[in-house]
Nanobody, 124 residues
């Protein structure tokens, strides 16, 4: 059974930091690009950051560049999102997702598996 389980969400003040984790199981982790997405209340889901299957390439959407860092540990089947300098507009449910790709490729589209998400709330 494929599972993506997020953790690390919570309530933080503006300017603070959180580190999200997503533990994967049920598929060959190294064969998949991983991504973090978020959905704020009343808004559509949007891509935040993605990382290639070998960790060598990363993508960040403009509104998180310089504040968020994505990483993965293929030995632990886990992907992380370090979020610094958080803003109230970062408040959302953050989900991780996986996409089967050729070795070393990266994508934030056509994801194959999704986690249920973890809530991040940033107070002003």
């Amino acid at each position: 059974e494929v599972q993506l389980v997020e953790s690390g969400g919570g309530l933080v003040q503006a300017g603070g930091s959180l580190r999200l984790s997503c533990a994967a199981s049920g598929f060959t982790f190294d064969d998949y690009a991983l991504g973090w997405f978020r959905q704020a209340p009343g808004k559509e889901r949007e891509a935040v950051s993605c990382i290639s299957s070998d960790g060598g390439d990363t993508y960040y959407t403009d509104f998180v560049k310089g504040r968020f860092t994505i990483s993965r540990d293929n030995a632990k089947n886990t992907v992380y999102l370090q979020m610094d300098s958080l803003k109230p507009e970062d408040t959302a449910v953050y989900s991780c997702a996986a996409a089967r790709v050729p070795r070393g490729w990266n994508t934030c589209f056509t994801m194959d598996y999704w986690g249920k998400g973890t809530l991040v709330t940033v107070s002003s």
